[in-house]
């Protein structure tokens, strides 16, 4: 081989090398791109939504306070029973 033919060898080699190396950074940009939003998304997601034991806790909660509530109706109930049953009833007379 010539000096000439082995230059463009190396040129060759450094073009396809080039090529290369560019697409990659391209595409390593790209995927860069890609982290960064996922990781936005992420965080968006963890200071908005509810996580399941959050949920489920509070559930709990809400639950319990609804219970409270219709047991504090059941009592109401009772005592409204109890007055009605305890008033005098009047006596109707006959004429």
């Known amino acids: 081989m010539t000096g ?3 230059m463009y060898a190396v ?3 450094l073009g396809v ?16 791109v890609v982290r960064d939003d996922l990781a936005a998304h992420k965080l968006h997601i ?9 949920l489920r806790e509070t559930t709990e909660q809400l639950m319990a306070a609804i219970g409270g509530v219709k047991d504090a109706v ?3 109930t009772l005592r409204v029973d ?11 007379t006959r004429n």
């Not at 090398?17 to 995927?31: E, L, M, N, R, T």
């Not at 963890?46 to 399941?52: F, L, Q």
């Not at 109890?82 to 109707?92: D, F, G, M, Y």
């Open 4 to 6: 000439q033919e082995i």
């Open 11 to 13: 040129g060759f080699f």
């Open 17 to 32: 090398f080039g090529a290369i190396f560019g697409v990659w950074k391209y595409v390593d940009g790209k995927i860069g």
């Open 46 to 54: 963890a200071e908005h939504y509810v996580s399941k034991q959050g």
């Open 74 to 76: 059941d009592n109401m």
């Open 82 to 92: 109890r007055i009605v049953e305890n008033q005098a009833k009047p006596r109707t």
